[in-house]
């Protein structure tokens, strides 16, 4: 470990790792760059947006049996969101990135880049990336803009610094090219870990993450929409895209002075079935519902999509559809393809149900990615006895998530909903209401057709018209009280 004073403020400022060459004084915010025995003042680094990462400078833990420390971070943002990249320094003087985003973690370190590999403008999410190590599958290829930092970095770094990166994954491997310094990318292989894997230490608890940023990890906060002044509910530093319930105003959260990005117009009168801000006790864990989504696909099948998430978990879905209720999360894991018609995952084959366009017709509420109507995903879904695999492809990304049935009884009891409360989407209401009026008119008809011989004979005719009736109007009638 070297110590120098920092060249702005004087403070002792430690280099733990020989690979670091530039820190971030705590004290003043310089940037200070080591070049052998002297440094130099950079100039001043932005803070980092308000941190709400149980991740710090100093937690530890150990992936593969070797231990690590957080030395450093560099704060990312993009077109959808913003991430964390964290600098570690192995106990064995190696060095390594801890990707945390939104509640999901990856370890990598770099690795010799031999054999081809491809340009940064030829990687298209969903397509397949060959390079020496094997076959991957493109997940997601961003620009991203550094907007702070903090302790040691491998390399220079400042407000404005651009990264170009596309990650690539096959099953649980992790492998990220990173084209910031040129044409030829340095790759960064590893696998996506959970905070429990890691045995991590020195985590912040809610209370120390309230102090520097103001508000609880994973507590809802609330703000007013700059546009029409309705309270809008959001997870400060998790959820920064947000579109208010009332007006449809796209705004962006993720500094203390909310912008609105668009400006929307009075949302239609729609009622999801579970509402905004609802929580529930799911297998133990305390879920919030955030943002909820009416989606479309090419044949006019409508759903709806409710963003829940729990603090230590993080984010999942349940989804509505007129098949039932599903419990979905995003994988980890990706599935490996089985020729044209299958994929096999956990030694289990997954069969081919159907390829659709998804439409977002309808978003209201935060989001940890930004989401608009008109947005559209294609969607090709694979099933294996009672569960559901299905991998949705954007512009920017492609992801796979795993669905599990749930019984309408269930999500009754565990958002607290009344009878009525849980109901069947919109072709399906329609489609009993359509059986009602049928069923109606039939019974007009046939009013009308025994009005004759009612006339005739009235006396012995009138009761048996009347039990008639009652049979052909009773079921319509539980047909729309459903």
Not at 351 to 364: K, N, Q
Request: aromatic content about 10%; hydrophobic content about 40%.
């Amino acid at each position: 470990m070297q110590t120098v004073s920092c060249p702005s403020c004087g403070a002792p400022l430690a280099f733990k790792s020989h690979a670091s060459v530039m820190a971030v004084c705590e004290f003043c915010r310089a940037t200070v760059v080591k070049d052998l025995d002297v440094v130099r003042d950079l100039g001043r680094m932005s803070d980092v947006l308000e941190d709400y990462s149980p991740i710090q400078i100093g937690t530890a833990g150990s992936v593969g049996g070797r231990g690590f420390t957080v030395i450093g971070r560099i704060q990312l943002r993009y077109a959808s969101g913003i991430w964390n990249e964290w600098f570690l320094l192995f106990d064995d003087a190696s060095n390594g990135w801890l990707g945390d985003s939104s509640g999901r973690y990856v370890i990598t370190t770099e690795r010799p880049l031999e054999g081809s590999y491809p340009a940064f403008e030829t990687i298209r999410p969903g397509r397949e990336v060959e390079l020496e190590a094997g076959r991957f599958i493109a997940a997601e290829k961003r620009v991203a803009r550094c907007i702070g930092g903090q302790g040691e970095l491998p390399f220079r770094v400042g407000e404005g610094w651009e990264a170009r990166v596309a990650d690539l994954r096959q099953g649980r491997a992790f492998v990220t090219l990173d084209y910031s310094d040129g044409e030829k990318p340095i790759l960064y292989a590893g696998s996506a870990v959970t905070l429990e894997q890691m045995g991590c230490q020195l985590l912040r608890d809610d209370e120390a993450i309230k102090a520097s940023a103001g508000r609880y990890r994973g507590k809802a906060s609330t703000l007013q929409c700059p546009q029409c002044g309705t309270a809008v509910g959001y997870l400060p530093g998790m959820t920064p895209n947000l579109v208010c319930q009332n007006c449809r105003s796209e705004l962006d959260a993720a500094t203390p002075a909310v912008q609105v990005l668009r400006a929307g117009d009075a949302a239609e009168s729609y009622r999801f079935t579970v509402p905004l801000g609802a929580s529930a006790n799911m297998a133990g864990r305390e879920v919030q519902v955030l943002g909820a989504m009416r989606r479309v696909d090419d044949e006019g099948k409508r759903w709806n999509e409710y963003l829940l998430f729990n603090p230590r978990a993080g984010f999942s879905w349940l989804v509505e559809t007129d098949e039932g209720w599903w419990r979905a999360e995003v994988m980890d894991e990706w599935p490996a393809a089985v020729g044209a018609a299958a994929v096999r995952l956990d030694g289990a084959a997954y069969t081919h149900l159907y390829d659709y366009t998804a439409r977002v017709e309808l978003a209201l509420g935060a989001f940890n990615w930004k989401v608009a109507a008109g947005d559209t995903v294609r969607v090709s879904e694979y099933q294996h006895g009672q569960v559901r695999l299905a991998g949705e492809l954007g512009p920017e990304e492609f992801t796979w998530s795993r669905s599990t049935r749930v019984a309408f009884d269930q999500v009754r009891a565990w958002f607290g909903l009344g009878k009525q409360a849980v109901h069947a989407p919109a072709e399906t209401v329609a489609e009993a209401a359509s059986v009602g009026s049928q069923s109606g008119k039939f019974l007009l008809w046939l009013c009308g057709m025994n009005l004759i011989p009612l006339l005739l004979n009235f006396s012995g005719a009138a009761p048996w018209l009347l039990i008639g009736m009652l049979a052909l109007a009773l079921p319509p009638r539980f047909v729309k009280n459903e």
